[in-house]
C-alpha cells in the first residue's frame, strides 16, 4: 500500500518545548523564547498557515492558546490553527489531521507548518472528522486567527 504525502513535510514541523500531561497538569511550561525564535523561520519559510498541536492539549489547552497568542502578536495576518479547537480529541494523529485540514481549507494556496508534535506525519484521505462523520466544511475557517 503506497500511502499519500503528508499535508505538511517533516522540514515544516518545528518543536517548541513544552509539556502538558494527561490529567492536564503542566510538567514543562512553554517555552516562549522558542516561539519567538520560531516566528522568523516562519516568515522565511513562506510559510503562509501555522497549526499548533501539543500532546495532551485536549486535556488543557492553554499552552496552545498562549502559543497562538504570541505568534498571532509576531506574525499579523498569519493563519493560526490550534488543534485542541478544532479538535479536541485524545488521540495526536486525528487532531493534527484534522487541524491541518482546517488551515489548508482557510487558504486557497497554503504553505502550512505545524509547530508542536514533531513525530506526527498528517495525512488526510477524506474531510471526516474523527467520529467518521463529515465536517461541515463552511465554518472550519471559524477555528483560524488571522
Known amino acids: 500500500m503506497e500511502r499519500p504525502p503528508p499535508l505538511v513535510p517533516r522540514h515544516h514541523r518545528f518543536t517548541v518545548p ?3 500531561a494527561a490529567d492536564g497538569s ?4 512553554l517555552d516562549e523564547a522558542a516561539l519567538d525564535a520560531l516566528a522568523p523561520v516562519l516568515v522565511a519559510e513562506r510559510i ?3 497549526v499548533i498541536g501539543f500532546i495532551h ?3 488543557n489547552p492553554d499552552h496552545e492558546r498562549r502559543a497562538r497568542d504570541r505568534l498571532a502578536r509576531a506574525l499579523p495576518g498569519m493563519a493560526i490553527t490550534q488543534s485542541a479547537e478544532v479538535c479536541p ?3 495526536e494523529y486525528d487532531r493534527l489531521s484534522t487541524a ?3 488551515a489548508y481549507l482557510c487558504r486557497s494556496s497554503v504553505t502550512p ?3 508542536g508534535v514533531p513525530l506526527i506525519t498528517p495525512v488526510c484521505a477524506s474531510m471526516l472528522n474523527p467520529a467518521g462523520s463529515v465536517g461541515d466544511t463552511e465554518n472550519w475557517g471559524d477555528f483560524t486567527t488571522g
Open 18 to 20: 513544552e509539556r502538558i
Open 26 to 29: 503542566v510538567l514543562l511550561p
Open 48 to 50: 503562509e498557515a501555522v
Open 57 to 59: 492539549s485536549y486535556a
Open 89 to 91: 480529541e485524545i488521540r
Open 100 to 102: 491541518c485540514a482546517n
Open 113 to 115: 507548518a505545524v509547530v
